[in-house]
């Protein structure tokens, strides 16, 4: 059974830094095309970034573009969300999902086409 497990939340001041992870258990995890999304209170769940599986293509949300950055060890198998210069409005429960389409492409923006989450993590930044 595939298990994804996320860490590195926490609280942060505006203009910090946090890195998110994500590990993965019983599965292919190299063949799996990785996404991050959050829900922010009181909000539905948003897309952040995608990686594919083989790590060649990205995607991200407009406005995390430039300080937030996806990556991939697929020795580890682990997905990884680096965030920086984080502002108030990043403020949300963070998920990381995994997809078995095995495209070369950047994961879909769509969470329903994803197999599998993990539980989350909380990502608060104070102003």
């Known amino acids: 059974q595939v298990q994804l497990v996320e860490s590195g939340g926490g609280l942060v001041q505006a203009g910090g830094s946090l890195r998110l992870s994500c590990a993965s258990s019983?599965?292919?995890?190299?063949?799996?095309?990785m996404g991050w999304f959050r829900q922010p209170p009181g909000k539905g769940r948003e897309f952040v970034a995608a990686?594919?599986?083989?790590?060649?293509?990205?995607d991200y949300l407009e406005s995390v573009k430039g300080r937030f950055t996806i990556s991939r060890d697929n020795a580890e198998e682990v997905v990884y969300l680096q965030m920086n210069n984080l502002a108030p409005e990043d403020t949300a429960v963070y998920y990381c999902?995994?997809?078995?389409?095995?495209?070369?492409?950047?994961?879909?923006?769509?969470?329903?086409?994803?197999?599998?989450w993990g539980q989350g993590t909380q990502v608060s930044v104070s102003s």
């Open positions: 019983g599965g292919p995890f190299p063949t799996y095309g």
């Open positions: 990686i594919s599986w083989i790590g060649r293509n990205t």
């Open positions: 999902a995994a997809e078995t389409s095995m495209s070369d492409l950047a994961p879909p923006r769509d969470g329903t086409q994803y197999d599998y």
